[in-house]
Nanobody, 126 residues
Framework: FQLQASGGGLVQPGGSMRLSCAAS???????????IAWFRQAPGKEREWVSS????????NYARSVTGRFTMSRDKAKNTVYLQMISLRPEDTAVYYC?????????????????WGQGTQVTVSS
């Protein structure tokens, strides 16, 4: 089971960006079978939880710092999870990681996730 994150880049403050996380590689490669989350890590800082999706019903939750600006969604047909980001700020600059775990229902704790994408850099700067 593998996760492939993509969609990062350079964006100006106030801009928008959509990250993708595609799953592949095993009998249980359908993302419906996994709890999914996004984390980020800025230079010199610890990895920070951004959002999570409940495996049972797709309910999403967000860190306070991104609530109202970031939206996590899932495309079952494409086996892909997205993180739509609007009103981006310089403090959103980080490497963004998607994570998944087959045995979790929901979690905001990074140590509980078994599968990680490779990370995609998001830089918010003018």
């Amino acid at each position: 089971f593998q996760l492939q994150a993509s969609g990062g880049g350079l964006v100006q403050p106030g801009g928008s960006m959509r990250l993708s996380c595609a799953a592949s590689g095993s009998t249980f490669s359908t993302l419906d079978d996994y709890a999914i989350a996004w984390f980020r890590q800025a230079p010199g800082k610890e990895r920070e939880w951004v959002s999570s999706m409940d495996r049972r019903d797709g309910t999403t939750n967000y860190a306070r710092s991104v609530t109202g600006r970031f939206t996590m969604s899932r495309d079952k047909a494409k086996n892909t999870v997205y993180l739509q980001m609007i009103s981006l700020r310089p403090e959103d600059t980080a490497v963004y990681y998607c994570a998944a775990d087959r045995y979790l229902i929901y979690s905001s704790e990074s140590y509980e996730y078994d599968y990680w994408g490779q990370g995609t850099q998001v830089t918010v700067s003018s």
